[in-house]
Every structure is written in C-alpha cells, then in structure tokens.
T-cell receptor, first 112, second 113 residues
Framework: DADVTQTPRNRITKTGKRIMLECSQT?????MYWYRQDPGLGLRLIYY???????NKGEISDGYSVSRQAQAKFSLSLESAIPNQTALYFC???????????FGSGTRLTVV | AQSVSQHNHHVILSEAASLELGCNYS??????LFWYVQYPGQHLQLLLK??????LVKGIKGFEAEFIKSKFSFNLRKPSVQWSDTAEYFC???????????FGPGTRLSVLP
C-alpha cells in the first residue's frame, strides 16, 4: 500500500460544482500539504497543516479550502470549481524536521 | 522570500550523453536542498538531498548534485543518461526553520534512444 494515498486519481467536473480531493497517509507524519502542478510553473503550495488544529494558507489558497480530519487525513475542497483550477494536485507529507516530502500519486482534475 | 530557478525548461539529449541541470536559489541563510524526479504519469520521487557536510551528494540511479554555497547553486549531474531518465526534474529548497518547500519550475528531460 502507498504511504500517501490520494483519491480520486482522475476527475472531470463542471464549472460551479463543489469537489473534494482526499488524502490519507500511513507515514505517521504530522505535516501535510496540498500543491497544484501546472506546466512551466512547477508546484505551488495551496494549503498546509502542521497538526490537526493547525491550518495555514499557501501562496495560492483563493478558491480552495481544506479540512484536517485526523492526523492521517487532509482533504482539499473546491467550493465552486472554475476552469483555471484544471491542474494536477498533489498531497505531500513530511515529518517535523521537514527533511523531505513524501508525495501522493496525484489527482488530475479537469473543470469543464 | 525564497525562490528557486532552473536554467532550462526542456533539455534533449541522446543516450550516453552527460547531463547537467542547473538550479539556483535565493535565500541568504542555511538551506536544505533537494532534487525530485517525476516520471511520465507518476508522482514526484526524491532523487537526492543535501543538508550539510560533503557538498557533493550522490543519489539514486547514478545522479549526483553539487552544492556551491558561494553561487547559491545545486546543480544535478549524471555522467551518462539513459532513455529511462526521460522525466521532469524539480529542484526544491527548504530553510530549516521555515514551514514548507519552494520548488523550481522544473526541467523536462527527453533522452533519445
């Protein structure tokens, strides 16, 4: 089983719909992150969480929200999806020393 | 703020050619440095990392990187690439007391058989 699991792997949704991307981990890490990847832009941080009661905005949080349901679960929501949110989304975890990320396999989201 | 630049957007090489991908960062303090690889359709995987000590770091699959503090650089190298090295490569920087990593925009490597 993967250390960091993302669901769904692929999703096509319509503009204006609400969608949730889920991430769960078995690494036992406290820190969890959501990134989006766009061609030529690398990975940009959306939200991050250092523990269940700690949620922080990243550089591109507008239009997104998150929920840290447990140490092992961190979900990303798009309240009203728009086409420029079409991207590859990655969840990642790290330990408190932040000495490396473990990435999930990604969710490819298409908003039409 | 921290930033990471990667010199090349797309590099095309023939098999057995030598590879060097450039990475520069802007941050004046102590940093941790990473190279990640993303094979087509897959997630990012750690190639190698530098925290301290010997500035020449060896990673998986024959890759190595050299940290040159005076140049704020962490270039990735491989003496002889293979077709299976075709992927996108990301440099990343993390300052030990900061919360998250900053990634470069990535360099796409295409190795021709």
């Amino acid at each position: 089983d993967a250390d960091v699991t993302q669901t769904p792997r692929n999703r096509i949704t319509k503009t204006g719909k609400r969608i949730m991307l889920e991430c769960s981990q078995t690494k036992g890490h406290d820190r969890m992150y959501w990134y989006r990847q766009d061609p030529g832009l690398g990975l940009r941080l959306i939200y991050y969480s250092f523990d269940v009661k700690d949620i922080n905005k990243g550089e591109i949080s507008d239009g997104y929200s998150v929920s840290r349901q447990a140490q092992a679960k961190f979900s990303l929501s798009l309240e009203s999806a728009i086409p420029n949110q079409t991207a590859l989304y990655f969840c990642a975890t790290s330990d408190a020393g932040a000495r490396g990320y473990t990435f999930g396999s990604g969710t490819r989201l298409t908003v039409v | 703020a921290q930033s990471v630049s990667q010199h090349n957007h797309h590099v095309i090489l023939s098999e057995a050619a030598s590879l060097e991908l450039g990475c520069n960062y802007s941050y004046g303090g102590t940093v941790n440095l990473f190279w990640y690889v993303q094979y087509p359709g897959q997630h990012l995987q750690l190639l190698l990392k530098y925290f301290s000590g010997d500035p020449l770091v060896k990673g998986i699959k024959g890759f190595e990187a050299e940290f040159i503090k005076s140049k704020f650089s962490f270039n990735l190298r491989k003496p002889s690439v293979q077709w299976s090295d075709t992927a996108e490569y990301f440099c990343a920087v993390n300052a030990p007391l900061r919360q998250n990593f900053v990634f470069g925009p990535g360099t796409r490597l295409s190795v021709l058989p």
